[in-house]
């Protein structure tokens, strides 16, 4: 018996019915598939932070003494004993040692005027040499009062000229690896806090990348591109960053 005709369109739409929803559930599971990837892939960017505060282990006392002269000689050798009264100042102090840079000559000239034609012409009238000398040490206390004391040599009659201080922390290399655990470690937490608000977990960190690090005077919080790195301080403030990556879930 054949199928009325009339039925015919109620087999279509049973057939499409079925396709529809065959197609809505590929669809479904398609996009529960990506959602379950996109969820996977996320990821949260967060700059963690780490404070150290260190004292200086080394300074450095820069200075210089001169001598003046008619002649050459005369300025080396006078050099020569102004150069021994410096050692016996330093040692007599505690110093060990000082080193001294090569000796600078200078021309001393002076302006002379021709009575004849009435010309002014340099002519020189002597040498003058100069000594630059730098002291290190670890007392950063004691060093930098010895600036004072050195009035002594120009009571002496040696020309000596204080000409500052640097301050150093040499162990900075190490503290700024610590600091990167730290620092990383600072950026967690905050990651941690982030994604709690919106009922997530952090899953991995996917990478980190130091930033530049500050080293101030004490409590500063003074930035540049660059990374300071003072010297005026014997107190300092190191200041540490990174820049971290980590999965969601």
């Known amino acids: 018996m054949n199928t009325p005709p ?3 369109p109620h087999l279509f739409g049973l057939l499409a019915g079925l396709a529809l929803a065959s197609g809505l559930v590929f669809t479904a599971l398609v996009l529960a598939n990506a959602w379950t990837r996109i969820a996977e ?6 700059t963690g932070s780490a404070r ?7 300074v450095v006392w820069r200075s210089s003494f001169s001598a003046e002269a ?8 006078k050099l020569r004993a102004d150069h ?13 040692g000082f080193t001294a840079s090569p000796v600078q000559i200078t021309e001393l000239t002076a302006r002379q005027r021709n009575e ?12 003058r040499l100069t000594q630059f000398v730098e002291v290190h040490s670890d007392d950063v206390e004691r060093v930098p009062r010895l600036a004072n004391d050195s009035s002594e040599l120009l009571q002496q009659g040696v020309a000596f000229v204080s000409g500052g201080f640097d301050f150093i922390y040499t162990k900075a290399g ?16 905050r990651a941690e806090q982030i994604a709690s608000q919106g009922n997530r977990r952090i899953k991995s960190l996917l990478n980190a990348r130091m930033g530049v690090v500050q080293i101030n005077p004490l409590y500063s919080s003074s930035t540049s591109w660059e990374g300071n790195n003072d010297t005026t301080a014997v107190e ?3 200041i540490a960053t990174v820049t971290t990556t980590f999965a969601m879930r």
């Open 6 to 8: 009339a039925s015919r």
């Open 41 to 46: 892939s996320q990821v949260i960017n967060v």
């Open 52 to 58: 150290k505060n260190v004292r200086s282990d080394l």
């Open 70 to 77: 008619p002649t050459l000689i005369e300025a080396q050798q």
């Open 84 to 96: 021994a009264k410096v050692a016996a100042f330093f040692t007599n102090r505690g110093i060990d």
């Open 116 to 127: 004849d034609d009435d010309t002014v012409t340099k002519v020189r009238v002597g040498y």
């Open 174 to 189: 190490e503290a700024k690896v610590e600091m990167m655990a730290e620092a990383t470690k600072d950026a967690r937490t």
């Open 236 to 238: 300092k403030t190191i």
